[in-house]
């Protein structure tokens, strides 16, 4: 069982910066994939970017360039200029890269992740 913690969140002005942290329970650095996914009201939850066991990182098209997201024992996300549609909840996950479903969907199927956080809200204005 892993037990993560979004925080960092808040409201920033189009063009600004922020940088999330997710801290884990246990140390996921080894065996676990994990992502970061946002969802805005109305809208499916969406795939940001995600690190695999091995340390490759995946990004949206939509944020390549803007977010980078790194790992120790948590993960995290920095997100440089910010746009008004980077406004979500943003929710950190994992699961370990043996998972029957992160074998099968991917690291950036949100159905591949077990362990989720409670998320933070990004509101860019």
């Known amino acids: 069982h892993v037990q993560l913690v979004e925080s960092g969140g808040g409201s920033v002005q189009a063009g600004g910066s922020l940088k999330l942290p997710c801290e884990a329970s246990r140390n996921t650095y080894f065996d676990y994939c994990m992502g970061w996914f946002r969802q805005s009201p109305g809208k499916e939850r969406e795939a940001v970017a995600a690190?695999?066991?091995?340390g490759k990182i995946t990004y949206a098209d939509s944020v390549l360039g803007r977010f980078t997201a790194s790992r120790d024992n948590g993960l995290y996300l920095q997100m440089d200029n910010l746009k008004p549609e980077d406004t979500a909840t943003y929710y950190c996950?994992?699961?370990?890269?043996?998972?029957?479903?992160?074998?099968?969907?991917?690291?950036?199927?949100?159905?591949?992740?077990?362990?989720w956080g409670q998320g933070t809200q990004v509101t860019v204005s």
């Open positions: 690190i695999d066991e091995d």
């Open positions: 996950a994992a699961n370990w890269y043996f998972a029957s479903a992160m074998e099968t969907l991917g690291v950036m199927n949100p159905n591949s992740y077990k362990w």
